[in-house]
């Protein structure tokens, strides 16, 4: 079935710092999504990706969707403690009424102060 | 505050028993989503609704089943539970019905199977 490679599996950075991750697939993608999960809460969308080549920011991260459609990365710059948490890619395939959406495993962040 | 809602939070019960979890989209969202998330699994899509009807199928057991109601609200129902289905259950919902879509997640039920 379609797999999302995530990476890295985590992170641990100086405040301040930037930080970069990404997700890889065999598969073609029509929409890659990138989601931040906090402890005991759900999923919070950050940015959405709908065209191959689309660069789009959100404050301070930025994510693009790669143009051969099998990738999307996530950057976040300047990081501040607030960005702790596991930050999930997405990507949706398929076309109506067979779509799937497909989940990376996640790269945790943990930041030091 | 996502807007949806999600009962209850935490559920604990035996194997083999049945249970229900109810999901209360955004107002204004037509498809609500269920999803499954356990630590060697990650987070996988179960079942989409849209507007009363099913629209997509994921990974979901044979032994789990949904519904969405005229007031848009969801159940997802999970019966002959294995110490297996211990996870957190997530809704999602969302404006439209396809998956592109900005999905809006609730908060979650934590099910405890002992």
């Known amino acids: 079935g379609q797999q999302l490679n995530q990476s890295p599996q985590s992170m641990f950075i100086q405040e301040g710092e930037d930080v970069s991750m990404n997700c890889t697939s065999s598969?073609?993608?029509?929409?890659w999504l990138w989601y931040k999960q906090e402890p005991g809460e759900g999923p919070v969308l950050l940015i959405a990706l709908y065209k191959a080549g689309e660069l789009t920011s959100n404050g301070r991260l930025t994510a693009q969707f790669g143009i051969t459609r099998k990738d999307s990365f996530l950057n976040i710059s300047a990081s501040i403690p607030s960005d702790v948490g596991i930050y999930f890619c997405?990507?949706?395939?398929?076309?109506?009424?067979?779509?799937?959406?497909?989940f990376g495993q996640g790269t945790r962040l943990t930041i030091n102060p | 505050d996502s807007g949806v809602t999600q009962t209850p939070k935490h559920l604990i019960t035996a194997t083999g028993q049945r249970v229900t979890l109810r999901c209360s989209p955004r107002s204004g969202d037509l498809s609500v989503y269920w999803y499954q998330q356990s630590l060697d699994q990650g987070l996988q899509f179960l079942i989409q609704?849209?507007?009363?009807?099913?629209?997509a199928k994921g990974n979901i057991l044979e032994r789990f089943s949904a519904q969405q109601f005229p007031d848009l609200h969801s159940e997802l129902n999970l019966s002959s539970l294995e110490l297996g289905d211990s996870a957190l259950y997530f809704c999602?919902?969302?404006?439209?019905?396809?998956?592109?879509?900005?999905?809006?997640f609730g908060d979650g039920t934590r099910l405890s199977i002992l």
């Open positions: 999602a919902s969302s404006v439209g019905q396809g998956f592109g879509q900005p999905q809006h």
């Open positions: 609704y849209y507007n009363g009807e099913e629209r």
């Open positions: 598969s073609i993608f029509n929409t």
């Open positions: 997405a990507g949706q395939l398929g076309i109506q009424g067979a779509q799937k959406l497909v």
